[in-house]
């Protein structure tokens, strides 16, 4: 296992009605600004609650924040929070409204001259706004985490920064948000939660059992939670236990003393950049080429894995790995998300543009940073 370091001081509020106790959460005095995203608050009835648990205290609002957050919209954000005084930030909302709010409260004690820096050229944030959560759509693990993912609309990209600075100071996790949400939302969040998993378990063999069988048990969670939440959304059990592990998936704890890959994210982050994709769809396209192209480096954890999680245990090696990519797929399949690029729309045209800008980049991504723009020109054509 490898040196590590772990804190993570995110308190977490879990269940039903946790929300009405937010109140005793935020600063008694001092404004705090609400940040919400396109309206679902107001059709599901969060806005209401959080409104009440927050009657008396001195509330502004900023709403609109799209999915993948665009930065020019926060900046917006950011003014108002400067001339306002703003001393809290209050994300009521999914993984985009949430990374926005640690952008917006990362932006506005900039010390430098242009934010984009933050996500640019990695400008390093020390001191942000504090954050509280109340999460309404879990996926993306944001909610106990320090990172943050920000597109850009000029300039077609999409980057994420990372600080403790703007890990929130509580959030709240209410598995009854779920109810509301459409089925694209849930097959999103199962993808996702599942994908960063894979993204800090598949890579090589490092002997961390403990880390392994934590990150097995997320995996088989959400194969066996995720379809009940999207067939019966009213099902509170299946919603919690889906909630509890999207969160689990990314806090910290099963990357530690691990490799970690990401390269999946790093080129799906791309496909959203240029199409405006869903980021798990992104992830569905772009896993099983990983999987295959990468089978060698991964080989180990490939066949730990298809035994472990799917029980596959006849037949060689490559066999193996080929029934266990067959089963990712499935899952994602049965999720209800498609995993092919032209499922998308997306034209050959778009894998030259992506493997140009890592080149431009220069980025070498994955566990043994050994994946470049060719490889990434390999991985995509393989998802035509
Ligand atoms: O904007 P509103 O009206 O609230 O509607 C949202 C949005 O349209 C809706 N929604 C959210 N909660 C709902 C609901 N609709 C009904 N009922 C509810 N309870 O769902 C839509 C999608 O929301 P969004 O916040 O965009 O989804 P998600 O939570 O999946 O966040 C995706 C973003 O997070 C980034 C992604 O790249 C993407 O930009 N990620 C952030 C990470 C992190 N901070 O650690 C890691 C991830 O890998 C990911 O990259
Ligand atoms: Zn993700």
Not at 47 to 63: H, N, P, T
Not at 187 to 198: I, P, W, Y
Not at 203 to 230: C, H, M, W
Request: glycine share 10%; proline share 5%; net charge negative.
């Amino acid at each position: 296992m490898n040196n590590f370091i772990f804190q993570n001081p995110v308190k977490i509020l879990f269940g039903k009605g946790q929300i009405n106790e937010i109140a005793s959460e935020l600063p008694a005095k001092g404004k705090i600004m609400l940040t919400y995203g396109g309206g679902s608050i107001f059709r599901n009835g969060v806005y209401d609650q959080v409104k009440e648990a927050i009657k008396g205290l001195d509330v502004i609002e900023f709403g609109g924040i799209e999915p993948n957050p665009k930065f020019e919209t926060l900046m917006k954000a950011v003014a108002i929070c400067q001339t306002e005084q703003v001393d809290f930030l209050l994300s009521v909302g999914g993984g985009s409204v949430l990374d926005g709010s640690k952008f917006i409260a990362a932006a506005v004690c900039f010390q430098g001259e242009d934010p984009w820096d933050i996500l640019a050229k990695q400008a390093e944030v020390t001191n942000a706004l504090p954050i509280g959560a109340i999460l309404t759509l879990p996926a993306t693990g944001s909610e106990m985490n320090g990172n943050s993912v920000v597109s850009r609309i000029e300039t077609q990209e999409k980057l994420a920064f990372g600080s403790p600075a703007v890990m929130p100071k509580f959030s709240v996790l209410d598995p009854e948000v779920i109810f509301s949400l459409p089925d694209r939302q849930i097959s999103n969040g199962v993808v996702d939660a599942f994908v960063h998993v894979m993204e800090q378990y598949l890579t090589y063999p490092v002997n961390s059992p403990l880390q392994d069988r934590f990150a097995e048990g997320i995996l088989q969670t959400l194969v066996e939670e995720g379809p009940k939440v999207l067939a019966n959304r009213k099902d509170y059990e299946a919603a919690a236990n889906f909630m509890w592990s999207a969160t689990m998936a990314l806090n910290g704890l099963i990357a530690v003393g691990v490799p970690q890959d990401w390269a999946t994210h790093m080129i799906g982050h791309e496909l959203t950049a240029y199409h405006g994709i869903d980021h798990a769809q992104t992830l569905a396209i772009v896993l099983p080429g990983m999987m295959n192209l990468k089978r060698k480096n991964k080989k180990a954890k490939l066949l730990q894995y298809g035994e472990r999680i799917w029980g596959i245990t006849e037949g060689n090696n490559d066999q193996r790995i080929d029934a266990a990519i067959g089963k990712t797929i499935e899952f994602f399949e049965k999720m209800g998300i498609k995993t092919k690029l032209p499922d998308y729309g997306v034209p050959s045209d778009t894998i030259t543009k992506i493997a140009n800008r890592f080149q431009q980049r220069g980025f070498k991504i994955g566990e043994h940073a050994d994946i470049g723009p060719e490889e990434v020109g390999e991985i995509l054509r393989s998802r035509l």
